[in-house]
């Protein structure tokens, strides 16, 4: 096991054990973690035969962090997002749109990378087409679950939906997942590149 493995598996479960020590409520907690977990459990079963680069090993680790985090407290109570309302002069905790940007940013060079190395397109043009519609996709199939849970449990629908009463929340949410995959795919693309060159002429870990 690399020091690279060992220093993210650290930092992952340093943050994920801290979250579960009385949570906001326990229920709300597994909803916004599962995602992070189930990440993890995948990056663990496919670091042998199909390790990522470094570039996208650490923005999978920030965005479980930022679900993690988000578990602990609940979206609408993330103290730095009471911190940035305040300094601002806003009127609702705005972390869940962190959330949101991420879930548009990161998936959009995990995609990347997939296309690429398995060479899923012929031309870069519709390859970015293609990921920024399926970032957005896994942003609206969130929503969808997000009013599923609303539905089937009064309990914790508040906390986990984190609305806030703003009546736009869902359209917001989905179009800053769109914009986070734009970013994404313009300012880290040629960094992406070349960490999947050099990737590819690595020798291969045992």
């Known amino acids: 096991m690399t020091r690279g493995v060992i220093a993210w598996s650290v930092a992952f479960l340093a943050v994920l054990g801290w979250s579960a020590i009385n949570p906001h409520d326990y229920p709300t907690w597994v909803l916004e973690v599962l995602p992070a977990v189930a990440g993890a459990a995948i990056l663990a079963a496919t670091r042998t035969r199909f390790p990522l680069t470094t570039l996208l090993y650490v923005l999978i680790l920030a965005h479980c962090i930022i679900l993690v985090v988000g578990g602990h407290y609940t979206y609408a109570e993330v103290p730095l997002g009471d911190w940035v309302r305040d300094l601002t002069g806003g ?4 972390y869940d749109k962190l959330g949101h940007f991420a879930q548009g940013f990161v998936p959009a060079l995990v995609a ?28 609206a199939f969130y929503e969808l679950i997000e009013w599923w849970v609303a539905l089937a449990s009064d309990e914790a629908a508040d906390a986990f939906l984190g609305t806030q009463g703003y009546v736009w929340d869902t359209q917001s949410d989905m179009m800053l997942a769109l914009i986070g995959a734009i970013v994404a795919l313009v300012l880290l693309g040629r960094w992406h590149d070349r960490q999947i060159s050099a990737l590819a002429d690595a020798p291969t870990a045992a």
């Open 91 to 94: 009127t609702r905790n705005n």
């Open 112 to 139: 990347r990378e997939l296309a690429l190395r398995l060479g899923i397109f012929r031309t870069r043009g519709w390859m970015n087409v293609f990921i920024v519609g399926f970032c957005l996709g896994i942003s």
